[in-house]
């Protein structure tokens, strides 16, 4: 029953009887992935545990009215995505005052103490490197050099063009290269 | 190390065990929850809406009842309301306004004996024909 298409799980999801079942298998299929997706924006478990289970409760209101003008996929992962950036606008706007760089660092002293982060110093610098890239680039190069996902897809998620994505993952990859040659890593 | 490409690309994140076979529960869960918050919380939203229409409601029932007892029994009638005058109308407004004027007419003369009224109608040479004629 876990090998339906996307299409066979929206199928089932019409059937009033089926739509518990159905979205079952939506959130089984597809949860690691999502999951790791906002992980690597917010870095804490707590909090990616709190915005994954806040994408489905959307994906969930919104998939009555899905239609395929993009994947299933890349529309979950665009719902991950904006909610993972709200809620760090949000952790700014409670922590009034605190410039990008300030809730970064934030972020940074949460991830040595989360007991879910297993990483070495190396890890360790190149996350702190990837905090101090901007936004876009941020999640440009997370969903490239961890994911390895495709730019097209990127440019659906994103809503940004192959050829911008392109150049920001080489601008991305080029700071963090110089970074961790700071750090001597 | 310097160079990204010779790094390991291994997530240094853990997830706590068991987390990813609940969570399509949990999920499910926090539907519910939602589901039944938002139900709860229609009613204390329509509250202010009802107190209104139900006080609107309650101003015209007062309002019906104060001019049903102002205006005289005698120049009431229902069937005629302002918006159903017309000019075909005029006739019945006409006649009704006859009406009225000759129960007022009656009330007038209940004082006058009979004898009065015939001596009124000869000293002013009122034939037994116009007085049929207007009745």
Redesign the interface.
């Given at each position: 029953m876990n090998n339906l298409s996307d299409e066979e799980i929206l199928q089932l999801f019409q059937d009033k009887k089926m739509q518990?079942k159905a979205?079952?298998m939506l959130?089984?299929k597809y949860?690691?992935r999502l999951?790791?997706q906002i992980?690597k924006i917010v870095?804490s478990?707590e909090d990616t545990?709190d915005i994954?289970?806040n994408t489905?409760?959307k994906v969930?209101k919104g998939l009555q009215n899905f239609r395929y003008d993009s994947q299933l996929f890349t529309w979950m992962f665009r719902i991950a995505t904006n909610e993972s950036l709200t809620f760090l606008k949000e952790k700014q706007k409670k922590h009034l005052g605190y410039s990008n760089g300030e809730v970064e660092e934030m972020l940074l002293a949460n991830l040595e103490s989360d007991e879910?982060?297993?990483?070495?110093k190396?890890?360790?610098e190149?996350?702190k490197a990837i905090l101090k890239l901007p936004e876009k680039q941020r999640l440009v190069f997370n969903m490239k050099?961890?994911d390895d996902l495709k730019y097209t897809e990127m440019s659906e998620i994103l809503d940004t063009s192959v050829g911008a994505l392109k150049a920001s993952y080489h601008h991305a990859?080029k700071k963090?290269?110089t970074l961790?040659?700071l750090n001597e890593? | 190390m310097k160079d990204l490409s010779n790094k390991k690309k291994e997530s240094p994140f853990k997830v706590p065990e068991d987390y990813f076979e609940n969570l399509a529960d949990l999920v499910q869960e926090r539907i519910k929850t939602e589901k039944t918050s938002k139900e709860k919380k229609i009613i204390p939203m329509l509250k202010p809406y009802l107190w209104m229409a139900a006080s609107i409601f309650g101003l015209v029932f007062i309002a019906k009842i104060i001019l049903t007892n102002a205006v005289p029994s005698e120049f009431r009638n229902p069937k005629i309301s302002q918006t159903e005058v017309s000019v075909k109308d005029t006739p019945n407004v006409v006649s009704n306004a006859d009406s009225a004027n000759s129960i007022w007419i009656k009330d007038a003369l209940s004082d006058t004996s009979s004898d009065e009224i015939i001596e009124y109608l000869s000293d002013y040479d009122i034939d037994s024909e116009t007085l049929l004629a207007n009745l």
């Open positions: 518990s979205f079952a959130v089984q949860q690691e999951y790791w992980r870095l478990h545990d994954l289970q489905f409760v969930w879910y982060f297993d990483g070495d190396a890890q360790l190149l996350q050099y961890f990859t963090i290269e961790l040659k890593v | -």
